[in-house]
């Protein structure tokens, strides 16, 4: 009698560990859409009744010229860093600006990928190490490659914008970037995952993600007054920035000890005092989509481990250790929403196996076990109260993917959640081990695809 009980009482403890996380985490994104909707609503009676809406041909001209140096690291990039090169050069509508992509001494494939385009405007630069190094340290080496080209021009730059080797940048943005740098130190664009016909659930999974994070938490962080975390991807950082970081760190303005230093970079600025801002601005009145970044993601399921392992050690383990707790309410509320991944993946854990353990129960009660006593009226309710905040988040995702995506994707984002639960289990284990072993030493990337090579 006492096994009989035991497998339910387990099930209900489980559901009660994870029910209880899950009420606090849907509060908090609850919290989130209220910030968000106030703010679109206070703006739509407001501002947007003062002034037209602005789109990116519209921005007012920039009060100071100065040139565009574009960093674009690459380790291992010769299948995509030619077309990502060419088609950046193709697409870019600015008159002065510079790419500087760097490349290490071990990797002749892509130093050929590179020497095939031969344009003017293109800036090779050798790392003299065996890579891979260190994302990070790839950019500081890209920093240092930069001061020597202004003091050969006897020009500064006047801001230095960062992209992978995959990605599909917006012809608008280096406009955009001149026209906003002088309003802010940092500026993140949008980004908008490029739908993969061969992995329309791994690979879908991020475009519905970023959907609701580029389309909602961005916008939430900057009303509440938190800094801007960089994506690494169509963004821009002021070159007078980077040197008040470079003069505080040694020369190396972005942390080459980090997994996400893309993500600290932007943190670090707004510690500093100086203004992050996330800008979403359509490309022309009328036109549809608006100024962003875009790119393929992982497509297998290993690969997306690896990918957001990394992004859950660098922010929610190592983040904590290198970044600590800093700034007004606003900013530790991102923060703490930031590094909340590995508990929301040991309360999915629980709450799975939750699941399957009932769902064994009711088998065996179908079989003609004895029934076990019901759960506890306080449990039931968590889980209603659940269930309903559950549906809410559900369309929240669809709103948003539907909105960048439209509704055939919407509809396909309601499953992917699984997908994405899935993959958040396994990535925070990585990250955990990965962690407890002192973090990977070097640049832990994923492989890459260009669009022109899926066509």
């Not at 789109?55 to 674009?72: M, Q, T, Y």
């Not at 590094?339 to 088998?363: E, H, K, N, S, V």
């Not at 929240?396 to 309601?414: C, H, P």
């Amino acid at each position: 009698m006492a096994a009989s009980l035991l497998l339910p009482r387990i099930a209900a403890e489980l559901a009660l560990f994870a029910g209880s996380g899950f009420l606090l985490f849907a509060l908090d994104d609850l919290a989130v859409d209220l910030v968000y909707f106030a703010r679109r609503f206070w703006r739509s009676a407001t501002v947007y009744r003062r002034h037209p809406r602005m789109d990116a041909r519209r921005l007012p001209a920039a009060e100071r010229s100065g040139w565009i140096a574009v960093f674009v690291p690459a380790w291992d990039e010769a299948a995509v860093i030619g077309p990502m090169l060419r088609s950046a050069l193709a697409r870019f509508e600015h008159p002065d600006y510079r790419i500087l992509v760097g490349y290490y001494r071990n990797d002749e494939p892509t130093a050929r990928a590179i020497a095939a385009i031969g344009d003017p405007r293109l800036r090779p630069v050798r790392v003299e190490v065996d890579g891979p190094t260190t994302k990070g340290d790839c950019l500081n080496r890209l920093y240092a490659a930069l001061g020597e080209m202004e003091q050969a021009e006897k020009r500064c730059a006047k801001l230095v914008v960062l992209h992978d080797a995959e990605d599909v940048v917006h012809p608008a943005e280096l406009m955009v970037f001149d026209r906003l740098i002088e309003k802010a130190s940092i500026i993140q664009l949008p980004v908008l995952p490029l739908l993969d016909r061969w992995s329309p659930w791994v690979g879908g999974h991020y475009c519905d993600e970023f959907a609701e994070a580029h389309g909602k938490e961005m916008v939430v962080r900057e009303a509440v007054g938190a800094s801007i975390p960089l994506a690494g991807v169509g963004c821009a950082v002021a070159r007078d920035t980077l040197g008040r970081l470079a003069a505080l760190h040694g020369g190396k303005p972005f942390p080459a000890g980090s997994m996400t230093e893309d993500y600290e970079l932007g943190l670090r600025v707004g510690t500093l005092g100086e203004r992050t801002m996330f800008v979403r601005l359509p490309t022309a009145h009328g036109e549809p989509g608006n100024v962003c970044s875009r790119g393929h993601f992982p497509g297998t399921v290993e690969q997306a481990v690896r990918q957001k392992a990394r992004w859950i050690g660098g922010i929610a383990f190592a983040g904590w250790d290198r970044l600590g707790w800093h700034g007004g309410l606003g900013e530790r509320w991102m923060r703490m929403r930031d590094r909340r991944g590995p508990l929301a993946a040991l309360l999915l854990m629980a709450g799975y196996l939750a699941a399957l353990l009932y769902a064994q129960i009711g088998t065996a009660v179908a079989l003609g076990a004895p029934s076990p006593p019901p759960p506890s009226p306080g449990l039931l309710l968590l889980l209603s109260i659940n269930a309903g905040l559950l549906a809410w988040r559900v369309l929240m995702r669809f709103g948003f993917t539907t909105a960048a995506y439209g509704l055939d994707q919407g509809l396909l984002a309601i499953p992917r959640m699984l997908v994405g639960n899935f993959i958040a289990i396994l990535s925070s284990r990585r990250a955990l081990t990965q962690y407890l072993q002192g973090g990977p030493k070097r640049w832990d990337k994923t492989a890459h695809i260009f669009p022109e090579l899926t066509s």
